[in-house]
């Protein structure tokens, strides 16, 4: 019986000790729970909304930003500056980007292809983002791939004087750089600024300048198509094509005719020396002519010699 006492006040005993360790953990578990975590604040940029995309943006630049603004490929021009008056973006600062996304317009319809068979065409635009930074020293990049629709965080990065984006893509959530298309486009925008001097450069347009503007022509027609737009005074090389045809017609046509005047006068000559030949002629016939009867109309040979005077036709004295 004491033996069944002992073992059950141990018994008691380990049950208490089990109890006072689980409360024990249960208000450290508790303590956990009501301290709150610090949530992390960045600046912001752009309008924060329900419909605007958000992306934690880092400017891994190197360069102090002081405007930034976005521009979708329906837009021919970059809107307002996006930072607030007297906002700058540090290097190796984060901000909180947001940006509403326009609506996506459908193309108008096209007639169907066969009457009756009801097929239009119901294309979506594939609308495409830039991002434009202004820099503290008035340098101004532009980005022309900023896919903000695909990413959440991202770090906006210079290098080689190309601006690109690092990025992990919603998508299929792979890490993505886009310096290598930026470079492409760096490369290519030098080009189409090199195409539009040259073609600034033609100055007034006479036949010598023929070989210019055949040069800037095939100049602009090597460029991708994709590029071509962004040489904005390609209609002033048609103005100066036309100008050039127009000066080339008017000096075929000026040809032409001064070929057609000196025929003329070559022809009007030849038939003046033909008069003039043939006057001679008959003046020498007419000369010739009068020369017979004024000899008494002696008998002349081929070579116009007269045979007047010959000793058949002289009178011999008899009485010699």
């Known amino acids: 019986m004491e033996k069944m006492k002992k073992i059950l006040t141990i018994a008691l005993i380990l049950l208490c000790l089990f109890m006072i360790g689980c409360g024990k953990e249960e208000k450290q578990e508790e303590g956990k729970e009501e301290i709150p975590e610090k949530e992390q604040s960045y600046e912001s940029v752009g309008n924060e909304s329900e419909d605007a995309l958000q992306v934690l943006l880092t400017n891994q630049t190197g360069l ?103 990025y992990k893509s919603k998508t299929d959530e792979s890490q993505v750089s886009t310096k290598e298309a ?68 008017q000096a075929i046509a000026q040809w032409e005719a001064e070929q057609q005047a000196a ?17 001679r002629q008959q003046q020498a016939a007419q000369q010739q002519q009068g020369n017979g009867n004024a000899n008494g109309g002696g008998y002349q040979d081929d070579v116009g010699q007269r045979t007047d005077g010959c000793l058949d036709d002289v009178v011999i004295n008899e009485y010699d």
Do not use: H
């Open 263 to 279: 025929q003329k006068a070559a022809e009007e000559q030849a038939a003046q020396r033909a008069a003039e030949e043939a006057a």
């Open 64 to 166: 102090e930003i002081t405007g930034m603004s976005v521009k979708s490929s329906q837009e021919a021009e970059y809107p307002a500056n996006m930072l607030r008056g007297g906002q700058t973006v540090s290097p190796d600062e984060k901000v909180m980007f947001y940006y509403t996304v326009e609506e996506k317009k459908e193309e108008p319809e096209a007639p169907a292809q066969n009457e009756g068979d009801g097929i239009l065409s119901d294309a979506v635009v594939n609308i495409t983002y830039s991002l434009q930074v202004t820099c503290a020293d008035g340098t101004i990049l532009e980005a022309t791939l900023f896919p903000i629709e695909d990413m959440s965080e991202a770090a906006l990065c210079y290098e080689e004087e190309v601006l690109y984006l690092t």
């Open 182 to 249: 930026e470079a492409v486009a760096v490369y290519n925008k030098k080009v189409a600024v090199s195409v539009a001097e040259q073609i600034q450069q033609l100055g007034e347009v006479t036949l010598e300048s023929e070989e210019a503007i055949r040069a800037a022509r095939a100049a602009y027609d090597s460029l991708p198509e994709e590029v071509k737009p962004q040489v904005q005074n390609v209609e002033e090389l048609l103005v100066k094509e036309y100008q050039l045809e127009e000066l080339r017609q």
